[in-house]
């Protein structure tokens, strides 16, 4: 019987792993010829993460509980350590201290990533599996900005002359500001009694508004990869923030299900 605890662990490195993979090549691409020495911390994040990569293969659905353990140990560094890098880099930048083509928002949104991705790790070793009602909340609060934030990226990326599709990326922007200011109602307001109900529509809401989104990505995705659009959107970026909006629904359908499961 597959054991949850490793299952978890072992998806969430996959998928992070290879997001802060690639949030340091993006930074790096994002660096003018000056800035070496933050390019070259750029690729050794890189390798890295290569290197869990390479060591996740050797893990299995049944490999042991302390093993895995050890290696979200592991991991958790790694996540602090590019975590700490970013937000050099984000200091660095709001001082004036380096200019660069990397937005400050950016940055933050990265780091925000790599402290979510941290967390998770330490809470999996904690044994803490399943989310409660609060942590169903503030983990859409995380992703609903994480959205919020691609749809800004997409609008200013875009060629000014692609109205259309800015127009598009600024009214996702607004939508989902809207919703991060709903969940946090939510989450002041809520009485405790009426949870569950309430995380339904709650849940059912934020669904519908993720896959408007994420179709768009897909849609802005292709025409990127086919270059038919014009943009400084490099066509991996536009992979990595469809996956992430992919990953926002899985999170949705798990919560969904904890929900269910509770109703029984």
């Known amino acids: 019987m597959t054991n949850p605890f490793v299952a978890r662990s072992l998806d969430e490195i996959r998928f992070w792993s290879r997001i802060m993979k690639e949030h ?50 592991e991991v958790y560094q790694a996540a602090a350590a590019i975590w700490s890098y970013k937000r ?28 979510y991705f941290a967390n998770r790790l330490k809470e999996l070793n904690e044994g803490r599996l399943a989310p409660t009602p609060d942590d169903v909340i503030k983990e859409n609060v995380f992703f609903l900005k994480i959205m919020a934030d691609h749809a800004k990226f997409i609008g200013h ?14 009214e996702f922007s607004h939508d989902f500001d809207q919703l991060v200011f709903q969940a946090v109602d939510l989450d002041s307001m809520r ?26 990505k897909k849609t802005a995705r292709e025409l990127i990869e086919a ?9 991996l970026l ?6 992430e909006a992919e990953r926002f629904l899985q999170i949705i359908d798990l919560f969904e299900g904890n929900l269910e499961g509770n109703h029984k």
């Open 24 to 73: 340091a090549l993006f930074l790096s691409l994002g660096f003018t010829y000056e800035q070496s020495q933050l390019i070259e911390e750029a690729k050794q994040f890189i390798t890295m993460f290569e290197r869990i990569e390479e060591k996740l293969s050797r893990f299995t659905i049944n490999s042991g509980l302390r093993e895995v353990q050890a290696f979200n140990r």
């Open 88 to 115: 050099k880099v984000l200091d660095l930048t709001l001082r004036c201290e380096i200019r660069h083509n990397n937005f400050p928002l950016l940055i933050d949104h990265i780091s925000r990533e790599a402290a």
């Open 157 to 170: 990326l875009l060629d000014p002359s692609e109205r259309q599709l800015v127009e598009q990326a600024r």
């Open 191 to 216: 009485p405790q009694s009426e949870t569950e109900p309430m995380l339904d529509q709650f849940l059912d809401q934020n669904r519908v508004s993720v896959v408007s989104l994420r179709d768009f």
């Open 227 to 235: 270059c038919r659009i014009k943009s400084n959107i490099h066509p």
């Open 238 to 243: 536009a992979d990595h923030t469809f996956r």
